[in-house]
């Protein structure tokens, strides 16, 4: 693995020549870190990881990914990053809706090429492992939403990414749910080595990240 997952340099963006969203965004993410990034709504979070899952271009400056130039990539190629060496895990709960657990944490491996027979065995072998075997025949609606938020992120790891990235993934849970979730993603980094950046509202969540950073105003600061 990549000593340094990611590095952002002067990032500057905004969207048809409005006021600029991130200003001058420099950071740098090394193999294996848990990041947290705290800021209010509408300060450039969910930007932010657009821009470093390689869902968007910055308007000036530089993001690089496992040593590669954002820039120098074409689509297909960027493609290829999202699929194989980053995982995604959203606010909204966005499991499909007629695939049972098991069969939602297949959907990455499927898109892959992963045989049949190696995706249930990999999908099942995850879930037992974070204590959650009792979810694989249920569907979307037979769970509650910290089940299917956590289901969402095991999809997200079951590729065996390089990088993460959680963009508010305890905004719908109560305060219990949100627990559970922080803890199986503290998991995945502290197990598995998986370096992952989470962007919160809540100082008290960026907190379970080893490096803190505050958005504010479009500027990045360490906190």
Do not use: C
């Not at 299917?148 to 749910?177: G, M, W, Y």
Request: aromatic share 6%; charged share 25%.
């Amino acid at each position: 693995m990549q000593d340094e997952v990611l590095a952002l340099s002067e990032v500057w963006k905004s969207y048809r020549d409005e006021e600029f969203v991130l200003k001058g965004v420099s950071m740098r993410v090394g193999a294996g870190e848990f990041v947290g990034i705290q800021g209010r709504s509408g300060s450039g979070k969910s930007t932010l990881l657009k821009l470093m899952g390689l869902l968007d271009s910055p308007t000036r400056g530089k993001v690089a990914i496992l040593g590669r130039d954002a820039g120098s990539l074409n689509e297909a190629e960027s493609s290829r990053i999202r699929l194989e060496k980053i995982g995604f895990i959203f606010q909204g709960l966005n499991l499909v809706p007629h695939l049972t657990a098991l069969e939602n944490i297949e959907v990455p491996m499927w898109l892959r090429g992963v045989k049949s027979e190696e995706r249930k065995e990999r999908a099942s072998s995850f879930l037992k492992h974070f204590e959650m075997e009792n979810l694989a025949g249920r569907y979307p609606r037979e769970m509650s939403h910290g089940e299917q938020q956590r289901v969402a992120a095991i999809r997200a790891i079951v590729n065996k990414p390089d990088l993460i990235l959680a963009d508010e993934p305890t905004s719908h849970l109560d305060d219990d749910s949100a627990r559970v979730f922080l803890e199986l993603i503290s998991r995945f980094n502290r197990e598995l080595g998986t370096t992952i950046v989470m962007v919160s509202t809540s100082p008290d969540e960026a907190r379970v990240g080893r490096s803190v950073y505050g958005l504010s105003n479009g500027s990045l600061s360490l906190e």
